[in-house]
């Protein structure tokens, strides 16, 4: 198992730019959630999917769309970069409704917008 | 709205010492709380998940224990070494809707 999964690792982009940070993952997880972690605020919730087809706003949603047209892939779309979106991005699945309920965490994307 | 606070938030001890990370979360109901262990400049690793029927879950030196009453998680870590430093977040999870996490303490094992 590869577990969480995100692509690219870096990137650097200009204000106005748009992009999607992709993440996929193999344990057949029905919560998929996306965050971003900045010095001084911890992790935030951005979005999450309960399931294909199904997605919900988090804590900072605006700037980010989201769709879950498969189990397996949650991409995370930045409509026109912000140099206040610059950030750590993390993609996390869990099971949902089945216990345990573990959350796992891909590697992280490292954002910079210029 | 649930709300995670981690004490202390920075922690430096000698190696070899066993210490306590405190978590107190401010809404009980939850389905099971998360340790995660951060590395700098990576990711989250998972290291325990106490179930809500569950006290305490063991996994090598670390030990958690939950008490939802109280909303209390402690992380204890027996005899640290220097591959302990990290940060240390945790994450109670509010019946599947998402969890939380606190803002982490970051824990400084000296050789």
């Known amino acids: 198992n590869a577990g969480v999964t995100q692509t690219p690792k870096f990137q650097v982009l200009k204000t106005g730019q748009s992009m999607t940070l992709q993440c996929a993952q193999d344990?057949?997880?029905?919560?998929m959630s996306w965050y971003r972690q900045d010095p001084g605020m911890g992790l935030r919730l951005i979005h999450y999917?309960?399931?294909?087809?199904?997605?919900d706003q988090g804590e900072v949603p605006n700037g980010y769309n989201v769709s879950r047209s498969t189990t397996e892939d949650f991409p995370l779309r930045l409509l026109s970069a912000a140099p206040s979106q610059t950030s750590v991005y993390f993609c996390?699945?869990?099971?949902?409704?089945?216990?345990?309920?573990?959350?796992?965490f891909g590697p992280g994307t490292r954002l910079t917008v210029l | 709205k649930q709300e995670v606070t981690q004490i202390p938030a920075a922690l430096s001890v000698p190696e070899g010492e066993n210490l306590v990370l405190n978590c107190s979360f401010t809404d009980s109901a939850i389905y099971n709380l998360q340790w995660f262990r951060q590395d700098p400049g990576k990711g989250l690793t998972s290291l325990l998940l106490i179930q809500s029927s569950q006290r305490e879950q063991t996994s090598g030196r670390l030990n958690a224990s939950l008490d939802k009453s109280s909303g209390r998680s402690t992380l204890y870590i027996a005899a640290s070494q220097p591959g302990d430093s990290a940060t240390y977040l945790c994450?109670?999870?509010?019946?599947?809707?998402?969890?939380?996490f606190g803002p982490g303490t970051r824990l400084s094992v000296l050789p």
């Open positions: 999917s309960v399931g294909a087809g199904i997605t």
């Open positions: 994450a109670p999870d509010n019946y599947g809707q998402n969890f939380v």
């Open positions: 996390a699945s869990s099971s949902g409704d089945r216990a345990p309920n573990e959350q796992f």
């Open positions: 344990m057949n997880h029905e919560y």
